[in-house]
């Protein structure tokens, strides 16, 4: 039960004042639908405000605030071009005010002509006029008493504005109880940290590092803290050990030699299978590393013992390559193979039920599918999840509990996180790690190219597919403005095919329905079609050995760490694999450090290592949607520098008060609520 403390703040949106069914769909976008969520809605950036007599006194590209009197309407002939006020300041300087589309409806009436008025916005020049684009504020009562000169910056949606956005999350903020305190005392006053209320009021009014600092670490703790929880809930737990006679796995006829690190982790594994309690490892390696070669060992400890597995993945190809590629490499044990998934309806789907509930089938594989309510088990002991990182952590251990019981957990992860990322994300696991590829491999051949050379490239692709090779083609995605991203992927869909052919090329992107998706991303994994045009939500893991040429667009606005999942799409094949990435004329000099470390290694490890100290500034894509480690709140810098802390006392905590009975476990609880972490109070006993 959530603590009573915290009910204002899980308050519906629609308690506010001011919102109504319009404003729906925009808040929903913006994943407001709480108090909270609004108050955790933290500013993007400031916007410092100057109050200048006069326009002599501000520079162009300077935010004012001026008083103005509007002193003629000008509209374009047509009707079309930009609405604009021009106006004049205390000594006669002149500047427009201009307005674009439904805005210059209002501008007539805050800006009555020869009526002085306050004028807040950025100063810009067009041509030789001085102009304000949609000023921000214009208001009659004036100068430093219009409101504050700095002024915080919100992620919009369509349909929501600044000013609306701001009044709302001051509502919320007004609501914010002030809550006990869950950290040390000591450590408050080493980094001077204000407490929790304040820090939110602060973190919204302006760059205060301390308080936004506090902010993440509170998420950071709260998270470890659930992450120990379900660690100690597992340790407590009962499981049944698992020791095979090796009869299977002697049977198993790979045609090639395990690598080292393949050995060491199927000996962690077989370790862990062996304990009284429940296995809860994370198996880290690269695309191509062999995670399949280690996971069926395991699976075939828990046939040998008499039990069954299953594996989880998060899409239906993905579950119909596994199940293919299990049959091929168990076929000299013997044992019952079958996948299930969504699609499966009917007698099909019955006959599988059965087998799992008699035992006939020893390994199933399958989207979620298999963890429905409606099917049964005769004895299921071991759980493979498939690239685990694409379920959030939340997401992730509810799936896990409901899937666990008291069977054993293996998951697998084809991105290679920096050490406090795992920390962070997967803290309450074992960890084994494939950093080792398979031998033979060749590496593949990294070449940035200017964006200008566009026809050359397009001019190797058609070579490439002329001989008889498939290509993947990524064009980049911004959240923030998805249809232009998936215009852009559809224009250079439509180039592609009026170069190379109308059925040589296809498309996938978010906003295609499933059944299109699947459909399309099928017929090139079919090879039926030779190059697949994406935005970045190419399937994780989908393997198509004939695609030897990647190309990224943009290549510069991407992470390392995504650059080398799209690169390892590649390289897959027996043919030499090449990855163009694509870049724009302006470079930072990070997208230049960035796009070297690409072409110099291929390891994901030190990638995503480099990643991590590379990030910050919000440049690279998606950075921003910070969900993308699992936070709200916490970003990058924020994970590498307090995590640890966090870690560290939560884990004192821990040690001190494991069932959060005392009094800082009772704040501590809290925290865990307001963060959403609440599965981890759930598991105390009585939680
Ligand atoms: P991952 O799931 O880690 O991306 P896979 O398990 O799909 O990688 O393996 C990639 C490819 O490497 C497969 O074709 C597999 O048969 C092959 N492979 C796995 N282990 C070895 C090994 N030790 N030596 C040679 N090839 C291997
Ligand atoms: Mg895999």
Known sequence: MRPEVLNPLFAGADSLKGVGPKLEKPLEKLGLSRLRDFAFHLPERFIDRRVVANLDEAAVGENVIVELTPTQYRQSRSGRGPFNVLASDA??????????????????????????????????????????????????????????????????????????????????????????????????????????????????????????????????????????????????????????????????????????????SIGEIEGDLAQGHP??????????????????HAMLVAVESGAQAAMLAPTEILARQHYDTLVEMARGTG?????????????????????????????IVGTHAIFQDSVAYRNLALVVIDEQHRFGVNQRLLLQQKARGTAHCLAMTATPIPRTLTLAQYGEMEVSKLDELPPGRQPIDTRVIANERLGDVVAGLRRHVGEGKQAYWVCPMVREHETEDIAAAEER???????????????????????????????????????????TVIEVGVNVPNASLMVIEQ???????????????????????????????????????????????????????????????????????????????????????????????????MDRDG??????????RIALYLFERDYGVQLLRGG
């Not at 296995?279 to 069926?296: E, H, I, Y």
């Not at 059925?503 to 017929?523: E, I, S, Y």
């Not at 069932?659 to 704040?667: F, H």
């Open 555 to 653: 290549a510069e606005r991407f992470g390392l760490a995504q650059l080398h999942q799209l690169r390892g799409r590649v390289g897959r094949g027996a043919e030499k694999s090449v990855c163009l990435l694509l870049r724009g004329d302006t470079l930072s000099e990070t997208g230049r450090e960035r796009l070297a470390l690409m072409r110099e290694t291929q390891d994901g490890f030190r990638l995503a290592e480099e990643d991590l100290r590379l990030r910050g500034g919000g440049e690279i894509l998606g950075t921003r949607q910070s969900g993308e480690q699992g936070f709200e709140l916490a970003c990058p810098e924020q994970i590498s520098e307090l995590l640890e802390t966090a870690h560290d006392d939560a884990r004192l905590l």
């Open 279 to 296: 296995m809860l490892r994370l198996l880290q390696g690269d695309v191509g590393s062999g995670k399949t070669a280690v996971a069926l």
């Open 91 to 264: 000594i006669g300087n002149v500047v427009s005010l201009t307005y674009f589309g439904r805005a210059s409806y209002s501008a007539k009436k805050s800006l009555p002509l020869n009526e002085k008025r306050w004028v807040a916005g950025k100063l810009d020049q067009y041509g030789d006029m001085l102009q304000i684009v949609h000023p921000d504020h214009v208001s009659a009562e004036g100068g430093v008493a219009m409101g504050a000169t700095r002024e915080p910056v919100y992620a919009l949606s369509e349909g929501l504005t600044q000013n609306r956005l701001q009044a709302l999350i001051e509502q919320a903020l007004d609501e914010a109880p002030e809550l006990p305190e869950w950290i040390e005392p000591g450590q408050l006053d080493r980094k001077q940290w204000p407490a929790w209320r304040d820090a939110l009021v602060l973190a919204h009014q302006g760059q205060h590092k301390a308080a936004r600092d506090r902010l993440a670490y509170d998420e950071l703790f709260a998270s470890a803290l659930a992450l120990m929880l379900v660690k100690a809930d597992n340790k407590r737990r009962k499981g049944v050990p698992l020791r095979g006679d090796g009869g299977l796995r002697e049977k198993l006829r790979l045609p090639f030699e395990l690598t080292g690190a393949q050995k060491r």
């Open 659 to 668: 069932g959060l009975t005392g009094s800082r476990g009772e704040a501590a």
């Open 335 to 363: 044992i019952e193979i079958a996948v299930l998934t969504g699609r499966d309806k009917g007698k099909a789907r019955e006959s599988i039920l059965m087998g799992l509930l008699d035992g006939s089938i020893d390994v």
């Open 493 to 535: 869909f439509d180039t592609l095919r009026q170069a190379l052919g109308e059925n040589a090329v296809t498309l996938v992107h978010g906003q295609l329905p499933a059944d299109v998706k699947d459909a399309n991303m099928a017929r090139f994994a079919s090879g039926e079609v030779a190059v697949l045009v994406a935005t």
